[in-house]
């Protein structure tokens, strides 16, 4: 390449991609969080390549690493995003309409145990919004508007979101009546020892209840191990181990609780950006929501 191109000027879509690759490491990543298909996301970038008249990544077979021109467009790229999206909320905060469409991120069972029916409540009241729900366990980034309001396990840490704590979460320890004729009840004082258990995955290890099991049993073997609530408690339903699990999971499925097992519960914080704070459909959304939802679940 012989330097930028006079006669093209940077599409800002093509910008956006150049950050998602810099963010995802790949190609195949970030054109799937665009919603393009690889041929389109690999031409767009060649296109902003050949306007800028520099290679801004190098291609290795583990993924699209910043070369020196890419690294001294990120900054800038990343503050012109900024800019974007700060008018974008500047602009959004000041309409008045109960209508349009409102992102709302959290965990899956969080969504389907308590977020689900309120939600439902919403969309009957206010048929002109769409709100639209995305389930992910790892942390939305209201800045850079993957979501308009995220519910969380830990209070948010910048000065630039309004939070409020939405809800405290029991958790109690579970396990079939065919396990526990089996294996019989755990006790603490032997480790639990013998005992199988259900968990999250490895990459949640710090979380509470994982810890709280390491303590309470660390004779116990862990058997089967993922990041979906739901899913543990389905194979604690059929006798695979001891699990921990909200009370409004376990509650609900043909499991027995522990006596005397006292898992620390969690609460969940809900947060919105501050430019945010003055749209109706959003404040009409929250106010709903903790409405609905009781101070313990």
């Avoid at 009957?124 to 769409?130: C, G």
């Avoid at 006790?187 to 509470?208: C, E, F, Q, V, Y």
């Avoid at 990041?227 to 909200?246: D, Y």
């Amino acid at each position: 390449m012989h330097g930028p191109n006079p006669n093209r000027r940077i599409n800002w879509d093509d910008l956006r991609l150049f950050l998602e690759i810099a963010r995802a490491g790949t190609l195949t990543a970030a054109a799937a969080r665009l919603d393009l298909s690889q041929p389109t996301a690999g031409r767009r970038l060649r296109a902003l390549e050949k306007a800028v008249g520099a290679p801004l990544f190098q291609r290795t077979p583990s993924g699209h690493r910043l070369t020196d021109e890419g690294e001294a467009m990120l900054a800038h790229a990343e503050n012109m995003e900024g800019d974007a999206i700060a008018l974008e909320r500047k602009l959004m905060g000041g309409e008045g309409r109960l209508e349009g469409m409102l992102r709302l991120s959290t965990s899956d069972w969080f969504a389907n145990t308590v977020l689900a029916t309120p939600l439902a409540g919403f969309a009957l009241d206010h048929p002109a919004m769409t709100v639209e729900l995305v389930v992910d366990w790892r942390m939305s980034d209201l800045q850079r508007r993957e979501a308009d309001l995220v519910f969380r396990f830990v209070p948010f840490n910048s000065s630039e979101v309004v939070q409020r704590k939405f809800t405290h979460v029991r958790y109690g320890l579970y396990a079939h009546a065919d396990y526990l004729a089996r294996h019989g009840a755990p006790r603490t004082d032997d480790g639990g020892k013998g005992h199988r258990l259900i968990g999250l995955n490895s990459a949640l290890d710090n979380a509470a209840d994982v810890q709280w099991l390491g303590r309470q049993y660390p004779e116990a073997r862990m058997v089967l191990r993922s990041n979906s609530r739901e899913w543990q408690g389905r194979t604690c339903a059929g006798g695979a181990g001891l699990a921990v699990l909200p009370r409004v999971i376990g509650d609900a499925l043909p499991v027995e609780m522990i006596a005397n097992a006292e898992p620390p519960g969690r609460d969940i914080w809900l947060g919105y950006h501050t430019d945010l704070r003055r749209l109706r459909r959003l404040r009409a959304l929250v106010d709903h929501l903790v409405g609905a939802t009781p101070a313990q679940i």
